[in-house]
């Protein structure tokens, strides 16, 4: 038996949470392969995997990790340009689906692949916590260009919007990979039509490795050589390359200045990085980390700082800690999640533009008084009474068997 996986390559969130189903597919004897691009790839190759490299597209972002949308339109892709790539897209992975000749194909939030397995009556699941695709416009300095540039890019994704979720639709099953409602984190994203009921289920975060896997918190710090005697802050930064580097130079700029009594760790979240521990200053400096050591630094950390990706947000909670996020201007999704934790009273949102070494050591100050709420230990509860690995593992396994 044969599953194709075709996993979302911008950032590694989507990778980081599908590699783990691939890995037990394999354990029990199923022949993977991934589909992916960008950072996605590098990660994949660093863990030992072959992969098929896609031609996924992206958007323009300005330096500071802003969506410039006058680039994205004109550009970078540009219009035009974006639907030709789109094209080649679905002729590549039309080609690599029909040599691979799958039983399967399971796809995180790509279109094409979904699109190919329906027209080649190929069975396929699709994951994703993004069913309504939206735009913002972060920015309050924008010229008219701008302003036009933004409107206009509002039509057109408008009109495509009802496309992308047209081509959902078509999938068999659709898993979300979070937790049901009330306690949804991307309930702004789904706006699920009724339609399509039918198809989803929730099947909570995957976290690989839970909780009452790891030791306790003192056996962890004595083993990563964190100072028990101080307040941990480990910053997670992670997402696209350029959207990484301005949160990276920000975050070291203000982590250095900040009270003794914290112990500051930063993940620069670099597949191709050095795995060695360094010391800049204050600050404790992974450029990479594994998976298991990742989870040791969640577990044994205070306060979680990093983007509002789903991912660090979920393992945030997995792992009953309060979350620091600073979504990506521009980016819907992220500012939809970071809205949500703040709301639940999981966590505190700090916009880009006003993050400072002020506005970052209070929201620390303030989210230790969370450490051991309510409202934390009751997702921590409802989160770990789900176990998402293995029910897709098992959905995926059921349906090849009724091959």
Known sequence: MKVYMAV?????????????????????????????CFEAANYLRRIG?????????????????????????????????????????LAYELKRIEEYNPNLVFSDSRMAPILIAKMLGIPNV??????????INSSFNNSLIEEASFKLMKVLWGA??????????????????????????????????????KKIKFVGPIIPIKYSDLPNE??????????????????????????????????????????????????????????TLKKIGKIKVYDWVDEETQFKLFKASDIIVGRAGHGVIMKALAYKKPIITIPIPGQAEQYGNAERIEQLKLGKMIKQEKLNEEALLNAVENLLKLK??????????????????KT????????????
Request: charged fraction near 20%; proline fraction near 4%; hydrophobic fraction near 40%.
């Open 8 to 36: 979302c390559g911008i950032g590694l969130g989507h990778v980081t949470r599908c590699e783990p189903i691939g890995r037990l597919l394999k354990n029990k004897g199923v022949n993977v392969v991934f589909s992916t």
């Open 49 to 89: 995997y072959n992969i098929f490299e896609t031609l996924q597209m992206s958007y323009a972002v300005n330096e500071d990790g802003t969506v410039d949308y006058k680039a994205s339109l004109a550009y970078n892709p540009g219009f035009f340009h974006a639907i030709k790539l789109s094209l080649k897209e």
């Open 126 to 135: 699709l994951m994703l916590n993004q069913f309504k695709v939206n735009i």
């Open 160 to 197: 495509s919007s009802s496309v992308i979720e047209g081509i959902w639709s078509l999938s068999d099953q659709i898993l979300i990979p979070d937790l049901p409602y009330p306690y949804t984190v991307s309930s702004r994203n789904l706006a699920i039509p009724k339609a399509f009921e």
């Open 218 to 275: 003192e056996t962890i710090k004595k083993e990563l050589n964190i100072d028990e005697s101080k307040i941990t802050v480990y910053a997670v930064v992670s997402g696209p390359k350029k959207e990484k580097a301005w949160l990276l130079n920000k975050l070291m700029k203000i982590l250095q200045v900040f009270p003794e009594k914290y112990e500051v760790i930063l993940s620069k979240g670099d597949p191709k990085g050095d795995v």
């Open 372 to 389: 051991d709420s309510k409202e934390l230990n009751n997702v921590f509860k409802v989160l770990n009474s789900f176990d998402a690995v």
């Open 392 to 403: 897709i593992l098992n959905l995926i396994l059921e349906m090849l068997n009724q091959q």
